[in-house]
């Protein structure tokens, strides 16, 4: 860095400013500790330090910002339980704490907070993303569209889609629509909140796609 124009410079520490406590948060939701959530949100920003020259001609800086975020988020968890396929229940009252703050969240009416988390872990991973942010954070969609490097159209888009898989998944039409997003003429009200014998846990979507 020591290298860089006074520009650079600044539009990173910017950047780093900018961008940091978001990311710490999303990290404690997915890790479940402040020391872990540290590490991955450290091992990014060195990341994104190292190749900060070149993102600075990026048309969606902040998009590559937010997969090496996302790579950097995998590796603490491998290395933690290589063979765990559930939350730990750490990582559950994370999520259960990140709730309870938000007082007029719509999905407060979900009691069985491990379930509903199960149910979000099976979503694709741009709309589970979207989830975390919006609910768990309480970002506006267009907050969660800059933190994530898409438009906030992309945003309102994966929690529609979001809103209609934890319908199946939960079995319950006790999920009511967000009203940031608009509602979607093509899926009525019946086939939402219908439970889907045939939803199975979709694969996870390239974060960088």
Avoid at 102 to 126: G, K, M
Avoid at 147 to 176: F, I, K, W
Wanted: proline residues 8%; contains cysteine; hydrophobic residues 40%.
């Amino acid at each position: 860095m020591s290298q860089w124009d006074p520009t650079a410079r600044l539009s990173y520490w910017a950047f780093h400013a900018n961008r940091r406590p978001a990311y710490m948060r999303f990290a404690y939701l997915q890790l479940g500790s402040d020391a872990a959530a540290e590490e991955a949100v450290d091992a990014a920003f060195d990341s994104i330090m190292g190749e900060w020259l070149r993102m600075l001609h990026m048309d969606r800086l902040d998009a590559y910002a937010w997969t090496v975020l996302k790579h950097c988020l995998v590796d603490p968890r491998r290395r933690r339980h290589p063979w765990q396929q559930h939350p730990e229940p750490t990582d559950i009252s994370a999520f259960e704490a990140a709730l309870k703050e938000a007082h007029a969240d719509q999905y407060e009416v979900l009691t069985d907070t491990i379930r509903f988390y199960s149910a979000v872990s099976r979503l694709a991973e741009r709309q589970r993303d979207c989830v975390l942010l919006r609910y768990g954070l309480q970002c506006t969609p267009g907050e969660a569209a800059a933190v994530m490097g898409v438009d906030e159209a992309t945003v309102r888009s994966y929690l529609g889609q979001a809103h209609r898989r934890l319908a199946r998944l939960l079995s319950t039409s006790a999920v009511p629509p967000d009203p940031a997003v608009p509602p979607d003429p093509a899926v009525s009200p019946d086939s939402v909140a219908q439970p889907d014998s045939s939803s199975q846990p979709g694969s996870a979507e390239s974060a960088g796609s």
